[in-house]
């Protein structure tokens, strides 16, 4: 979808991770995760260990009672988010705000 990459494999565990893709730069993931978290959504972002500590991704978690209706509140979340965070110059955040802890 858009400016995002997914990264997990579709058959993978109920856990979606996926990155902004490289020619991204107005925007972050963190300042996606903070965006996100207004509307009410857990979407953490977070950087890799060391030696791949440039890889910052958000994690969707898929837990009972995820229907499809969630799904799509979700995803209009996201694009909505999205319009606003491509008219950015730079970047809000650029590291993890410490809401998450895990």
Do not use: C
Not at 15 to 22: I, M, P, W
Not at 67 to 91: G, Q, S
Request: hydrophobic content about 45%; aromatic content about 10%; overall charge neutral.
């Amino acid at each position: 979808m858009g400016p995002f990459e997914l990264l997990t494999k579709r058959d993978a565990l109920p856990v979606f991770a996926f990155k902004l893709k490289d020619d991204v730069a107005n925007f972050t993931v963190f300042d996606v995760s903070a965006a996100l978290r207004e509307r009410g959504w857990q979407v953490p972002a977070y950087t890799f260990p060391k030696n791949t500590e440039d890889l910052a991704v958000l994690r969707v978690v898929v837990r009972r009672g995820f229907t499809m209706d969630v799904a799509d509140m979700l995803l209009e979340d996201l694009r909505m988010k999205v319009k606003i965070h491509e008219k950015l110059k730079v970047p809000v955040h650029d590291r993890d705000l410490g809401g998450f802890h895990h």
